[in-house]
Protein backbone atom coordinates (compact mmCIF):
# COMPACT_ATOMS: atom_id res chain seq x y z
CA UNK A 1 0.00 0.00 0.00
CA UNK A 2 0.77 3.45 -1.05
CA UNK A 3 1.66 5.78 2.28
CA UNK A 4 2.06 8.95 3.22
CA UNK A 5 6.11 8.27 3.84
CA UNK A 6 6.40 6.21 0.76
CA UNK A 7 5.37 9.49 -1.58
CA UNK A 8 7.02 12.05 0.27
CA UNK A 9 10.26 9.94 0.13
CA UNK A 10 10.48 7.94 -3.29
CA UNK A 11 7.37 9.78 -5.44
CA UNK A 12 9.53 12.72 -6.83
CA UNK A 13 12.36 10.59 -7.90
CA UNK A 14 10.33 6.98 -9.07
CA UNK A 15 6.92 8.18 -10.28
CA UNK A 16 6.55 8.00 -14.41
CA UNK A 17 4.49 11.19 -15.70
CA UNK A 18 1.67 9.12 -17.94
CA UNK A 19 -0.85 12.03 -19.07
CA UNK A 20 -1.78 15.43 -18.02
CA UNK A 21 -5.24 17.11 -17.71
CA UNK A 22 -6.24 20.20 -17.67
CA UNK A 23 -6.77 19.86 -13.20
CA UNK A 24 -4.18 16.76 -13.02
CA UNK A 25 -1.58 14.75 -13.71
CA UNK A 26 -1.78 10.82 -13.90
CA UNK A 27 1.90 8.84 -13.06
CA UNK A 28 2.58 5.02 -12.68
CA UNK A 29 4.14 4.72 -9.44
CA UNK A 30 4.97 1.52 -7.70
CA UNK A 31 2.34 -0.64 -9.42
CA UNK A 32 -0.42 2.07 -9.02
CA UNK A 33 -1.80 5.27 -10.58
CA UNK A 34 -1.19 8.19 -8.53
CA UNK A 35 -3.30 11.50 -9.52
CA UNK A 36 -1.87 14.66 -8.63
CA UNK A 37 -3.58 18.01 -8.78
CA UNK A 38 -2.04 20.47 -9.89
CA UNK A 39 -0.56 23.05 -7.39
CA UNK A 40 -2.28 26.35 -7.52
CA UNK A 41 -5.52 24.95 -8.40
CA UNK A 42 -8.08 26.43 -6.87
CA UNK A 43 -10.30 23.18 -5.84
CA UNK A 44 -7.02 21.18 -5.71
CA UNK A 45 -7.69 19.96 -1.60
CA UNK A 46 -11.51 18.86 -2.87
CA UNK A 47 -11.23 17.31 -6.52
CA UNK A 48 -9.43 13.93 -5.28
CA UNK A 49 -11.60 13.77 -2.43
CA UNK A 50 -15.00 14.24 -4.78
CA UNK A 51 -13.01 11.43 -7.18
CA UNK A 52 -12.92 8.89 -4.23
CA UNK A 53 -16.46 9.94 -2.49
CA UNK A 54 -17.88 9.59 -5.85
CA UNK A 55 -16.69 6.17 -6.38
CA UNK A 56 -17.21 5.50 -2.55
CA UNK A 57 -20.75 5.61 -3.38
CA UNK A 58 -21.19 3.68 -6.72
CA UNK A 59 -18.89 0.85 -5.87
CA UNK A 60 -21.72 -0.60 -3.71
CA UNK A 61 -24.31 -0.49 -6.66
CA UNK A 62 -22.01 -1.93 -9.07
CA UNK A 63 -23.06 -5.79 -8.97
CA UNK A 64 -19.85 -8.13 -9.27
CA UNK A 65 -20.10 -8.93 -13.19
CA UNK A 66 -19.87 -5.10 -13.87
CA UNK A 67 -17.02 -4.34 -11.66
CA UNK A 68 -14.26 -5.04 -14.20
CA UNK A 69 -15.38 -1.74 -16.08
CA UNK A 70 -14.57 0.64 -12.97
CA UNK A 71 -11.03 1.11 -12.35
CA UNK A 72 -10.79 1.04 -7.82
CA UNK A 73 -9.69 3.77 -6.20
CA UNK A 74 -7.77 2.91 -3.04
CA UNK A 75 -7.06 6.20 -1.12
CA UNK A 76 -6.53 9.87 -1.20
CA UNK A 77 -3.29 11.46 0.53
CA UNK A 78 -2.98 15.29 1.16
CA UNK A 79 0.69 15.56 1.34
CA UNK A 80 2.19 19.46 2.06
CA UNK A 81 -1.69 20.90 0.71
CA UNK A 82 -0.93 18.46 -2.29
CA UNK A 83 -3.57 15.93 -3.19
CA UNK A 84 -2.65 12.06 -4.71
CA UNK A 85 -5.28 9.72 -5.65
CA UNK A 86 -3.99 6.22 -5.36
CA UNK A 87 -5.56 4.21 -7.89
CA UNK A 88 -5.55 0.80 -9.53
CA UNK A 89 -3.01 0.40 -12.32
CA UNK A 90 -5.42 -0.99 -15.51
CA UNK A 91 -3.64 -3.53 -16.91
CA UNK A 92 -3.80 -6.56 -19.51
CA UNK A 93 -3.22 -10.01 -18.99
CA UNK A 94 0.44 -9.20 -19.83
CA UNK A 95 0.76 -7.04 -17.25
CA UNK A 96 1.15 -3.94 -19.62
CA UNK A 97 -0.55 -0.33 -19.41
CA UNK A 98 -3.96 -0.17 -21.07
CA UNK A 99 -4.82 2.73 -23.78
CA UNK A 100 -7.56 4.75 -23.74
CA UNK A 101 -10.11 5.28 -26.68
CA UNK A 102 -8.69 8.20 -27.65
CA UNK A 103 -5.06 6.85 -27.60
CA UNK A 104 -6.23 3.85 -29.97
CA UNK A 105 -7.89 5.77 -32.44
CA UNK A 106 -10.53 5.11 -34.34
CA UNK A 107 -11.45 1.13 -34.19
CA UNK A 108 -14.18 -1.27 -34.83
CA UNK A 109 -14.68 -4.41 -32.34
CA UNK A 110 -18.13 -5.42 -32.40
CA UNK A 111 -17.08 -6.62 -28.74
CA UNK A 112 -16.01 -3.69 -26.94
CA UNK A 113 -18.72 -1.57 -28.33
CA UNK A 114 -21.34 -3.97 -27.77
CA UNK A 115 -19.61 -4.16 -24.07
CA UNK A 116 -19.99 -0.16 -23.90
CA UNK A 117 -23.58 -0.16 -24.87
CA UNK A 118 -24.36 -2.76 -22.59
CA UNK A 119 -22.81 -0.77 -19.84
CA UNK A 120 -23.89 2.66 -20.61
CA UNK A 121 -27.41 1.90 -20.30
CA UNK A 122 -26.33 -0.41 -17.24
CA UNK A 123 -25.08 3.42 -15.83
CA UNK A 124 -28.77 5.17 -16.85
CA UNK A 125 -30.45 2.47 -15.17
CA UNK A 126 -29.14 2.81 -11.96
CA UNK A 127 -28.73 6.70 -12.24
CA UNK A 128 -25.00 6.03 -11.86
CA UNK A 129 -24.68 9.12 -14.93
CA UNK A 130 -20.88 10.16 -16.10
CA UNK A 131 -21.80 13.74 -17.21
CA UNK A 132 -18.44 13.97 -19.31
CA UNK A 133 -17.99 10.49 -20.30
CA UNK A 134 -15.90 10.74 -23.23
CA UNK A 135 -12.69 8.31 -24.60
CA UNK A 136 -10.34 9.87 -22.88
CA UNK A 137 -11.74 8.42 -19.86
CA UNK A 138 -12.31 4.87 -21.35
CA UNK A 139 -9.64 2.61 -21.13
CA UNK A 140 -9.51 -0.78 -23.20
CA UNK A 141 -8.80 -3.36 -21.35
CA UNK A 142 -7.46 -7.00 -22.99
CA UNK A 143 -8.42 -9.90 -21.02
CA UNK A 144 -8.60 -13.15 -23.10
CA UNK A 145 -8.17 -11.45 -26.47
CA UNK A 146 -11.76 -9.83 -25.56
CA UNK A 147 -11.51 -5.51 -25.22
CA UNK A 148 -13.11 -4.47 -22.60
CA UNK A 149 -14.13 -0.79 -21.78
CA UNK A 150 -13.08 0.75 -18.38
CA UNK A 151 -13.97 3.93 -16.76
CA UNK A 152 -11.16 5.59 -15.13
CA UNK A 153 -12.45 9.04 -14.05
CA UNK A 154 -15.51 9.60 -11.70
CA UNK A 155 -15.04 13.39 -10.65
CA UNK A 156 -18.00 14.23 -13.14
CA UNK A 157 -20.78 12.03 -11.85
CA UNK A 158 -24.31 13.43 -11.63
CA UNK A 159 -25.31 16.87 -10.88
CA UNK A 160 -22.81 17.62 -7.79
CA UNK A 161 -19.22 18.81 -10.00
CA UNK A 162 -22.19 21.66 -12.21
CA UNK A 163 -24.58 22.27 -9.84
CA UNK A 164 -26.04 25.39 -12.73
CA UNK A 165 -27.17 22.41 -15.14
CA UNK A 166 -30.67 22.20 -14.65
CA UNK A 167 -31.14 18.79 -16.98
CA UNK A 168 -28.92 17.22 -14.24
CA UNK A 169 -31.23 17.51 -11.28
CA UNK A 170 -33.52 14.95 -13.30
CA UNK A 171 -32.54 11.16 -13.31
CA UNK A 172 -33.88 11.82 -17.60
CA UNK A 173 -31.61 14.55 -17.97
CA UNK A 174 -28.41 13.25 -16.17
CA UNK A 175 -29.11 9.99 -17.93
CA UNK A 176 -29.58 11.89 -21.83
CA UNK A 177 -26.58 14.35 -21.09
CA UNK A 178 -24.76 10.84 -20.46
CA UNK A 179 -25.94 9.46 -23.31
CA UNK A 180 -25.17 12.64 -25.85
CA UNK A 181 -21.62 12.10 -25.00
CA UNK A 182 -21.24 8.61 -25.34
CA UNK A 183 -22.85 9.48 -29.15
CA UNK A 184 -19.94 11.90 -29.65
CA UNK A 185 -17.33 9.47 -28.23
CA UNK A 186 -18.69 6.53 -30.62
CA UNK A 187 -19.25 9.00 -33.53
CA UNK A 188 -15.46 9.69 -33.49
CA UNK A 189 -13.75 6.11 -32.32
CA UNK A 190 -15.84 3.40 -33.77
CA UNK A 191 -14.76 2.72 -37.47
CA UNK A 192 -17.33 1.62 -39.79
Known sequence: MITREIIEKYFASEAELLNTGYRREIFLFRGVVVKRVYRGYKRAKDLNFHEYNNF??????IPEDMKIHFQTIYNVLNIKNQSFLIAEKISDDANNLCKSVTDLGPFDDPDFWSEMDRLVAFLADTDICFTDLHAKNVLVRKREGHPIPVIVDYKT????????????????????????????????FKAF
Open 56 to 61: QRIISK
Open 157 to 188: LGRDFAPWQLELFFKTGRARKMYRKYKRMKKE
